[in-house]
């Protein structure tokens, strides 16, 4: 039987990935896969894929891991957490992986967690959707927001996606001043006119992950000067910001020292990035913007070691830099790469 000292998953929306390490940080294995949630394509879908996934990594053979660690979006309730141990167990057992200890939360919290350390830190994570989460260095932690595009998702690529449409529409109604928006948007989606836009809407075509895709659509038509767009955007910004200042008001980090953690694809760009910044720092003179460790499930392979006794800096960064690397290929679900 072969030993590791950590596995970690990270499960997302639309992709999982899988990685080895040894208690050196030397990488071991990496698997990449199809998304692992459960709210978007039901419990057995979801353990078929995460088996799928955790045999590409152990290959068959039988794996003794010391901590396996499962960072997983749609991870929200006790119902969830209750179906998501069962699933992770099933996986397991059927990829011939036998485990001293499990850990399972949202992937956030995960990435929060094995960025910071022992330390206070709060993350904002802004993609096709968002979340906001805090730890202490007590041990605390809570989460604001994450609850999906139905019902919230404020800040995310979604909401302003679905912002620009709203407006598009307005517009074509003559509720709203026209802007450079609508002919932005009707050309990124290829749409003859406001008419198509609609009837997409409302079709079997209709994509969450498209209307986010309109998201550097909009920061571009902001950055260019464009009034509806930069209104858009200020209100993203402002909800990340909401958000964040909930976690850190529930935590009582007003008036203390901690970790600013800023990931997903919206976060990246700065202007987005830089006044949610400005915006939180005026409040909390505290904080210190840090960046997450390398890819996501890096964050998961550290937190494995760190309940583990082994947190060396070094050996993390290879850790990261070997994953950085994998990560730029494309491969399949091979067990060697992603994406």
Same mark, same amino acid.
């Given at each position: 039987?072969?030993?590791?000292?950590?596995?970690?998953?990270?499960?997302? *929306?639309?992709?999982?990935?899988?990685?080895?390490?040894?208690?050196?940080?030397?990488?071991?294995?990496? &698997?990449?896969?199809?998304?692992?949630?459960?709210?978007?394509?039901?419990?057995?879908?979801?353990?078929?894929?995460?088996?799928?996934?955790?045999?590409?990594?152990?290959?068959?053979?039988?794996?003794?891991?010391?901590?396996?660690?499962?960072?997983?979006?749609?991870?929200?309730?006790?119902?969830?957490?209750?179906?998501?141990?069962?699933?992770?167990?099933?996986?397991?057992?059927?990829?011939?992986?036998?485990?001293?200890?499990?850990?399972?939360?949202?992937?956030?919290?995960?990435?929060?967690? *094995?960025?910071?350390?022992?330390?206070?830190?709060?993350?904002?994570?802004?993609?096709?959707? +968002?979340?906001?989460?805090?730890?202490?260095?007590? *041990?605390?932690?809570?989460?604001?927001?994450?609850?999906?595009?139905?019902?919230?998702?404020?800040?995310?690529?979604?909401?302003?996606?679905? &912002? &620009?449409?709203?407006?598009?529409?307005?517009?074509?109604?003559?509720?709203?001043?026209? +802007?450079?928006? =609508?002919?932005?948007?009707?050309? $990124?989606? =290829?749409?003859?006119?406001? #008419?198509?836009?609609?009837?997409?809407?409302?079709?079997?075509?209709? +994509?969450? $992950?498209?209307?986010?895709?309109?998201?550097?659509?909009?920061?571009?038509?902001?950055?260019? *000067?464009?009034?509806?767009?930069?209104?858009?955007?200020?209100? &993203?910004?402002?909800?990340?910001?909401?958000?964040?200042?909930?976690?850190?008001?529930?935590?009582?980090?007003?008036?203390? #020292?901690?970790?600013?953690?800023?990931?997903?694809?919206?976060?990246?760009?700065?202007?987005?990035?830089?006044?949610?910044?400005?915006?939180?720092?005026?409040?909390?003179?505290?904080?210190?913007?840090?960046?997450?460790?390398?890819?996501?499930?890096?964050?998961?392979?550290?937190?494995?070691?760190?309940?583990?006794?082994?947190?060396?800096?070094?050996?993390?960064?290879?850790?990261?830099?070997?994953?950085?690397? !994998?990560?730029?290929?494309?491969?399949? !679900?091979?067990?060697?790469?992603?994406?």
């Amino acid at each position: 039987m072969k030993e590791a000292a950590v596995l970690a998953v990270d499960a997302g *929306g639309t992709g999982c990935r899988a990685a080895l390490c040894n208690q050196d940080g030397q990488l071991l294995g990496f &698997a990449q896969g199809n998304s692992c949630n459960y709210h978007n394509i039901g419990i057995e879908k979801a353990a078929e894929s995460l088996i799928v996934l955790l045999t590409a990594l152990s290959k068959k053979q039988a794996l003794h891991i010391n901590c396996v660690v499962f960072g997983l979006a749609g991870l929200d309730t006790t119902k969830d957490e209750a179906i998501l141990t069962l699933i992770a167990n099933q996986a397991l057992t059927a990829a011939n992986i036998a485990t001293d200890t499990i850990y399972l939360c949202n992937d956030a919290i995960l990435t929060l967690k *094995g960025t910071v350390g022992q330390t206070n830190g709060v993350l904002i994570a802004a993609g096709t959707g +968002s979340i906001a989460c805090g730890v202490t260095k007590e *041990g605390l932690e809570t989460r604001v927001g994450g609850w999906g595009h139905r019902v919230g998702d404020e800040g995310s690529g979604y909401s302003i996606g679905k &912002a &620009a449409i709203a407006h598009v529409l307005k517009s074509y109604d003559g509720r709203k001043k026209p +802007s450079g928006i =609508s002919a932005a948007i009707l050309s $990124a989606m =290829s749409f003859a006119n406001e #008419e198509d836009l609609i009837h997409w809407v409302y079709s079997s075509r209709f +994509s969450v $992950a498209q209307v986010a895709a309109l998201t550097p659509v909009i920061i571009r038509l902001a950055e260019d *000067g464009d009034w509806q767009g930069n209104k858009i955007i200020q209100r &993203a910004c402002q909800d990340l910001v909401d958000m964040a200042l909930t976690v850190v008001r529930k935590l009582d980090l007003l008036g203390a #020292e901690f970790s600013l953690v800023l990931s997903g694809g919206v976060l990246k760009n700065p202007f987005v990035r830089r006044p949610v910044i400005q915006l939180l720092t005026g409040t909390c003179p505290g904080l210190q913007v840090v960046s997450p460790s390398g890819q996501p499930i890096c964050a998961g392979l550290r937190y494995g070691l760190m309940t583990l006794g082994f947190d060396n800096p070094t050996s993390l960064n290879q850790l990261s830099l070997q994953l950085a690397q !994998i990560c730029n290929e494309r491969t399949d !679900i091979s067990g060697s790469s992603c994406r």
